[in-house]
């Protein structure tokens, strides 16, 4: 493709994800749909151009102010994810010398908003979480996410499929907490192994995983994945139940439930039965109250803490959004807690970097139920022999009360998790 070609078709692209009228991801996929010549080299390049606008995004809309010509253009140029003797070719020479220009500021020449590229009203309260670890958690927000597999313990051994991912010259190494989960180099189209087509592996980042491993769903039981949506953690569940016993898996939305059913036949599951309901007070919840073993509510949440992945969302998202989550979180978690018997655990879990989605939800929920006893996720997790497990924990006089898990410190997505035991 000439690169005149496809710089306009890089800032057509960040024209419709600029409005923040829909997840990036969503208009990114349309616009393939759209434009089914593209290659995969070219495809990667859009796709890759777009996510580097959004991650820095403020720094870029500074440099752009000094040049000429359309301003998705100019953004276009500057997170320009090809080479960059290809994107000279669609370079003006004036063009050019601005590119270079821009090249030369140095770091320090920056504001502070654009050296974070965040929001000012994220900034500060992540500022005020996380203290001196604001810089280095700013600098991992600003980067790619790597990609992480969950191998399917039905179908293979983690060495196994780390063996068959060598011989198509696609390297990985452990995850170093997930016992299921291989981080590979690169972003190798995966939908075409055998591999994936026989549900040996699955894509789904390693905190994801180790959400699914603290709930500790045994064979037999009973069990509920209270916000299932496409159903990543609910098929990490049942391969931990061994395909017995019953799982279900939740949803308010049917079409997200829609996405389970390919996954689903592929991972050799038998024990798993998606539903759509109403809302957290639907008949099918009261029909299951105090009869489930295990209950995970991975909660609707800002998404903040993916956002080397999804980086528009802190665009997307305000203090007004996040508040209007916090009261959902509240009732869903209320709710999904009748499901579960005397004895049963209960596990809540977001996304989310914020206080208020996570600790401040446990809080306010254990305060409110006391027959529900908070039993401390580190510890839980070293029962289970995840390496290093005190490192994932905070919270509570020894600092293991919840998991949380951060891009800088983990390299995961960001996660927190609460669990309780009913009495």
Known sequence: MHPQALVEACTDLLRQVL??????????????????????????????????????????????????????RRLAILGFAGVRGFLQGALSAQESDWLDACHGVKPEDYFEPERHNLPEWLAQRLKSQVGADFWPLAESLLQGAPLDLRVNTLKAKRLQAQSELAQLAIKSEETPYSPWGLRVQGKPALTHLELFKNGSIEVQDEGSQLLAL???????????????????????????MRSTGRLYAFDTSAHRLDALKPRLARSGLS????????????????????????VLVDAPCSGLGTLRRNPDLKWRQSPESVQELTAKQAAILASAARLVKPGGRLVYATCSLLAEENEAIADAFGAAQPDFTPLPAGELLAQLKVPHAASLASGGEDGQRHLRLWPHRHQTDGFFAAVWQRR
């Open 214 to 240: 603290l709930l500790d769903a045994r064979r037999g039981e009973m069990v509920v994945d209270f916000c299932a949506g496409a159903g990543g953690k609910t098929l990490a569940i049942g391969a931990t």
């Open 271 to 294: 024990n798993v039965h998606p539903a759509a309901i109403a809302h957290e007070r639907d008949e099918r919840v009261k029909r299951l109250a105090g009869k489930i073993d295990r």
């Open 19 to 72: 409005t923040f009228e829909v997840p990036a991801d969503a208009v990114v996929s349309r616009y393939f749909r759209e434009h089914r010549h593209f290659g995969p080299r070219e495809r990667a390049t859009l796709a890759e151009t777009t996510y580097t606008v959004l991650r820095r995004k403020l720094q870029f809309e500074r440099l752009a102010r000094s040049g000429s010509g359309a301003r998705e």
